[in-house]
Structure formats: structure tokens, C-alpha cells
């Protein structure tokens, strides 16, 4: 494994207005912060283009609704920002990126429940330069299998305990269901409940494509994603995706969704805030829909994606 | 909420046999640690009692099956022990117990997929005094309610990345739960599968005890747990005590349960390795068995787990 790239660490704290700036190559949680002994806390993960995060408020926002979920006194987003802003401008100072094609980094927030006895939460900012994986898999598209996540469509509403549509750190499950898929070839996973539904990837959020010729001729696009009510985390670029594609004339369209829409569409992708619109070659080995048109949908999204703010 | 109880901490350290001690007072994990920014890494929580931990083996040998289900290599069950024992040493050393009977100890056991990128997990041991809490509750017992944990009764056979049966860092869902019923004025949990079967608590073992009168006029005394195969985490204080509940003449049954059986039963307990043998006392607002029953039953069991090493 290639080590890791530089981390630069900004603690939240009352007592630095912009932030703590910490040395993030040494040791800087306590073994007893419950982020660590029991996965409580919350996360966000957001690019950032040329100094700029992408969807900065829909991830303040969605980070809120984790905190929410949990229970979680956070900082207010006047303080993310402020820390997140000397993150960055630290991160290119620096580590300035190689080209400016390369000047993407990666914005990460955590709050956690703090040290066990303590009264505040821990939270912090880091920001690192994003990997080339990424960007290789925007390019070449991912082998996906599915794997039943366990929970029926309904239960996000009837259980909130279980926490569904809030982003934890308990990412246990998720990074197994990787493994899983990885142990048999394929690049990622996009799961499905219990009564046959599709819900998410373990780090995405799933979006399809038709293409159509109505009775007049002209072509009609739709996107299609599954319904947020059945415990899914809601997407911040599927979001801002729908956006922009509406705008740009396209139908929208929200789930209930079936194994077999997914076979049966135009183009499936996982889109994430990183990794941006990665195109679906197979599911489970088979083929969805044709490279050529797979190829043109994709690059017509990314370029309305690449408007987005 | 007091001030926490001084921690010692021991990472397992392949330079250091004994173990290496580290200040628990300072920073000692690293924020890219995966333990901390995924829940992703395995956990054992024990109990020393004069110095020596119980049931230390079967301890070890679910950390072990936790490992497995994760795919995680962490050290070998003899470096383990080491840091144990310079663990306790260390602790009994700096914080002699102020009687024996308080000579209690929480011995944790922690190994984490170590840092994003790097190649080996994080081990640690940390050791502080067992709270007066969990004693409490064995004394006053607990309220208790049902919640659905959205899984059903198969799941853990069909979906193994669900790592159901493994003791994982990723314990939002459970501390979640244990919030929930807080909120409503109860003490405690038992999840239900979704299709109505009675599991686990999110930190314990469920047991139930029927006493009858048989033929012949003796009292057959039957002590009942729900099956392994339903997805739950096989309990080492149950296992221990069922083994010497058998000896001492009691008839032992596993699941499937369902919440009538816990209802019907004439006492019901959460057993776990800190708090030991906690009776129910009520499980949705209804009284379980009589009073009388309850504490003679507590008490002989307790008796039991007392024999066991």
C-alpha cells in the first residue's frame, strides 16, 4: 500500500476561533473518545475544487441532521466553516497541488461523542489530497454486485434508533460489504433490503438512466433514484444532480426500484461527493445498457455536475 | 457526570512483549486511526475480580471470531494476555481498590484496522475501575423495553458483511437504543428481530428461568437464552453460566423466543461480563414473575457465576 498522503488537522475549540491547527502524524484522540470505542459520531466527506468544497451547505446541513439523529451537541456551521477554511488554505500552502487539474482535495468532518465522561464532543476538520482512484473509476466505470443490506424498505421510519439516513461513523457493515465485493472481483456494492427494494452503495448514492423517443420524436431523459423514506442517507450530489438536470430538461424520477430496473436502464452510476459519477459496467457480471450511450450520458451528467456550486 | 476513573493503557507493541505503557490522560491515537473514522475494528470488554479476569479464554476466543469476521490480523491470543496482565499490574499498583470488595476491574480489549493506509491494526488494552453503576443495577434490577433491531432471524446466515455475531467497534445502533429507552424512562433494551423474535440486549445476553413443579413432586428449574443462529453475539457470561447451571442440577434451553416467553417467564435477566447477572423487573411497564422468585433465583445464579473462573 502506497503511504498515506499529508493530513491537515483542524480541531474545533472554543478557545481558536479559526480552528486548532494539530500535527496530524501524531497521535491526537484519546483511546477513550467514544468516536473510537463505540463508532458514535458523525461524519461528512466533501470535495473541494480548487480551494472551493462543493456543496458545502448541503453537507453542513446533512451533518446537522446526523447530529440530530444522535443526539449530538456539534459546533454551530459558522465554526465548520471557519475551521474548514484554515484547513484548506493550510493544505495548499503547504502541499500545493502538482497541476491545477490535480487541485482536489478532500474536506472531511467528524464529530464524535467525545471522551467517555466528558460533557463536549470531539470534531474535527481534515483535509488531504484526493487519491487517483477516484478519478480512475470516474474514468473506467466499476463492476457492481448486490448485497441484501438486512433492513426491509420500511424500518428507517418505524426504528429511528437504527439510525438509517444518519451518516455514523459506525461504517463497520459498509467497509465489510466492500471487502465482500472485492473478494469476488468487483469494485463496489449496491445494496438492497430485505423485501427486494434498491437502497445505496455502502459509500453512494444510486442513480439510473432512460432514454426514450416520445410520440413526437424527441428524446426524453429521465433520472431515477430510490425513494429517500426507506432509510437510505440522502445524497447531496444526487441532489444537487437532480438540479442541474432538471434544469438542463430532464425528467426526474424517485424510486420505489427493483434489481431488474437497474438491469434494464440506459446507465446506472454511483455518484458520491469524492469519487463524483462513477458509470456501472455490470452488476452481478451483467452488462447495463451500451458502452456508447453509457459513455455520452456520463459525460453530459459530469458536465452538468461540474456547474454545480 | 463525575470526573472519569484514571485509565491505564497498554498498546500491544510488537517491540514491547509485555506490552507498552502509554498515558491514557494524553492523546495516544492517531485521527486517521479507522477505529476512530469508521468503527472499524473489533472490541472485548472484561472483568478482573482480585487481579484475575474471568472467563478470559472464551474473551479472547470471541475476539478472535470478531477478527475473523473482519478480516482483521491482530496479535496472537499470547500478546494479549501479556498486556493484560502488565495492565492489571499496573493498574493495582497506581489505584489500589479502596476494600476488596470494590477490587473490581474493567479490562477492555481493543484492535482497530489501524491508520488509513498503513499495514497493521491497532491493539490496546485499557484497564479502570468498574463503576458503581453496573453493581447497582444487579441489586435494583431494571425496566426494560422491546425495540425492533430491523433485521430478521436469518439474516446472519444469508449476509455474513453484516457481521452479525462479531463484537465490532460500531456501536452507534446499540448506544442509540440504549438513548431511546432513557428518553422513555427505561434502563435497558431487548431488540426483536423484525419478525418478532426476541435476540439480545445491546450491551448483554438475554436469559429467562421457569420453575415447575414436576410429576413427581421435585422442582425442575429450566434456564433459556434465544439461539445463536438468530444473529446475536454468543454471550461469554452466558455460556459460563449455563455450564454451571448444568452442573448444579438446572435444565438449559435455547431459543427461538418470542416476547410472550419473557412475559410468561417467572424471572428474566441481562447478563453481561461488567454488570454481571442485572435482573428485569419490568419489560414494557409489566411486571416479570414475583419479587420473591425473582431475587431467590438472582441469587442462586449469582451464586453460581460466583464459581466460575
Request: aromatic share 4%; net charge negative; proline share 6%.
Amino acid at each position: 500500500m502506497s503511504s498515506p498522503a499529508p493530513v491537515v488537522l483542524v480541531f474545533l475549540d472554543p478557545a481558536f476561533p479559526d480552528g486548532r491547527l494539530a500535527d496530524a502524524s501524531r497521535p491526537q484522540l484519546m483511546v477513550t473518545d467514544q468516536g473510537a470505542t463505540r463508532g458514535d459520531g458523525i461524519f461528512e466527506t466533501m470535495l473541494a475544487v480548487g480551494g472551493s468544497v462543493r456543496k458545502l451547505q448541503a453537507h453542513l446541513d446533512r451533518l446537522g441532521g446526523s447530529a440530530e439523529a444522535l443526539d449530538l451537541a456539534i459546533p454551530g456551521q459558522d465554526a465548520w466553516r471557519r475551521a474548514i477554511a484554515t484547513g484548506i488554505a493550510t493544505h495548499r500552502d503547504q502541499h500545493p497541488a502538482p497541476t491545477a487539474g490535480e487541485d482536489e482535495l478532500v474536506v472531511k468532518l467528524v464529530a464524535t461523542r467525545g471522551v467517555e465522561g466528558a460533557a463536549s464532543p470531539t470534531a474535527w476538520v481534515q483535509v488531504s489530497a484526493a487519491g487517483a482512484a477516484g478519478r480512475r473509476q470516474r474514468e473506467t466505470g466499476l463492476d457492481v454486485i448486490f448485497l441484501d443490506r438486512g433492513y426491509d424498505s420500511d424500518v428507517a421510519e418505524r426504528a429511528p434508533w437504527l439510525l438509517l439516513g444518519a451518516k455514523t461513523l459506525s461504517y463497520a457493515v459498509n467497509m465489510a460489504a466492500l471487502r465482500h465485493a472485492r473478494k469476488q472481483g468487483a469494485d463496489d456494492v449496491i445494496f438492497l433490503s430485505s423485501d427486494g427494494r434498491v437502497l445505496e452503495g455502502p459509500t453512494s448514492t444510486v442513480l439510473l438512466a432512460h432514454v426514450e423517443k416520445s410520440d413526437d420524436g424527441s428524446t426524453v431523459k429521465r433520472l431515477i433514484t430510490p425513494q429517500l423514506d426507506s432509510g437510505i442517507l440522502p445524497g447531496t450530489s444526487q441532489g444537487a444532480l437532480f438540479t442541474a438536470a432538471k434544469a438542463a430538461g430532464w425528467e426526474l424520477g424517485y424510486g420505489p426500484l427493483e434489481p431488474q430496473d437497474l438491469l434494464d436502464a440506459d446507465a446506472v452510476w454511483l455518484i458520491s461527493s469524492v469519487r463524483l459519477l462513477a458509470p456501472v459496467n455490470r452488476i452481478d457480471g451483467k452488462d447495463i445498457g451500451t458502452p456508447a450511450l453509457r459513455k455520452e450520458l456520463t459525460a453530459e451528467l459530469t458536465g452538468l455536475y461540474a456547474g454545480i456550486e
